[in-house]
Antibody
Framework: QVQLVESGGGVFQPGRSLRLSCVASGFTFNTFTMHWLRQAPGKGLEWVASISSDGDNTYYADSVKGRYTISRDDSGNRLYLQLNSLRPADTALFHCAREGQATKAQTFDVWGQGTMVFVSS | DIQMTQSLSTLYASVGDRLTITCRAS??????LAWYQQKPGKAPKLLIY???TLESGVPSRFSGSGSGTEITLTISGLQPDDFATYFCQQCNPYWTFGQGTKVEIK
C-alpha cells in the first residue's frame, strides 16, 4: 500500500527549531520528487518546498526561503523538513506529498495526512 | 505568482445532483491543472490532472474541463461519499491552490 506518514509536529515557541519527518512505504522512494506543503488554520494549501529524486535540487517558496530546509534519506525512505526561527505564522498542518511521474508530473498523487505545528509563546 | 480563486467556499447539494465547482486563475494558465478532494482528518486525494484526465480509481462521475483562466470540476450524480472539500491547483511556475469549496448536504 502506497503511504506517507508524517511526524514531528507539536507546540513550539517562537524562535525555536524543529524537524518534521515523513516516512514513505509501498513505492520506490528514491525515484520520486517529493514535496512539503502546509495549510494554516482556515486558509488554503501552500506549497513549501520540493526535492528532486536524486536530492541534488531543492526549491522553496519565497515565504520560507532561508528558514526551511528540505532533505531526504533514501536508505530509510524518509523525507525531512527542518524549520528554523519559528514564527506564529508557521502554525499549520504540514503534509508531505509525492510528485507524480510522466503525465502526472507536477501533480501531487500521494499525500500524507499531515502533522500539525503550533507556534506560540 | 498565479492566484487561484474558488468563488464559492461552500456549496449545498443533494445526493443525485449534478454540480460544478469553478476555479479562476489570475492569468492564463497551461493545462498543468489538478483537482483534489479532502475529507476531515484525511490526506488529500488526487481526482483530476492535466485539467481533464481522471486519476486511476476515481469514479467516472468526476470530470474536469476548462482552459485559459477558468477550469471546472463537475460531479454528475453526487454520491454520499462525495461530501467533502474540493480544491484546484496550478503549477506554473510553482504550485498554487484555490481556497477550496466545501460540498455540504442541502
Amino acid at each position: 500500500q502506497v503511504q506517507l506518514v508524517e511526524s514531528g509536529g507539536g507546540v513550539f515557541q517562537p524562535g525555536r527549531s524543529l524537524r518534521l519527518s515523513c516516512v514513505a512505504s509501498g513505492f520506490t522512494f528514491n525515484t520520486f520528487t517529493m514535496h512539503w506543503l502546509r495549510q494554516a488554520p482556515g486558509k488554503g494549501l501552500e506549497w513549501v518546498a520540493s526535492i528532486s529524486s536524486d536530492g541534488d535540487n531543492t526549491y522553496y517558496a519565497d515565504s520560507v526561503k532561508g528558514r526551511y530546509t528540505i532533505s531526504r534519506d533514501d536508505s530509510g525512505n524518509r523525507l525531512y523538513l527542518q524549520l528554523n526561527s519559528l514564527r506564529p505564522a508557521d502554525t499549520a498542518l504540514f503534509h508531505c506529498a509525492r510528485e507524480g511521474q510522466a503525465t502526472k508530473a507536477q501533480t501531487f498523487d500521494v499525500w500524507g495526512q499531515g502533522t500539525m505545528v503550533f507556534v506560540s509563546s | 505568482d498565479i492566484q487561484m480563486t474558488q468563488s464559492l467556499s461552500t456549496l449545498y447539494a443533494s445526493v443525485g445532483d449534478r454540480l460544478t465547482i469553478t476555479c479562476r486563475a489570475s492569468q492564463a494558465i497551461s493545462n498543468c491543472l489538478a483537482w483534489y478532494q479532502q475529507k476531515p482528518g484525511k490526506a488529500p486525494k488526487l481526482l483530476i490532472y492535466k485539467a481533464s484526465t481522471l486519476e486511476s480509481g476515481v469514479p467516472s462521475r468526476f470530470s474536469g474541463s476548462g482552459s485559459g483562466t477558468e477550469i471546472t470540476l463537475t460531479i454528475s450524480g453526487l454520491q454520499p461519499d462525495d461530501f467533502a472539500t474540493y480544491f484546484c491547483q496550478q503549477c506554473n511556475p510553482y504550485w498554487t491552490f484555490g481556497q477550496g469549496t466545501k460540498v455540504e448536504i442541502k
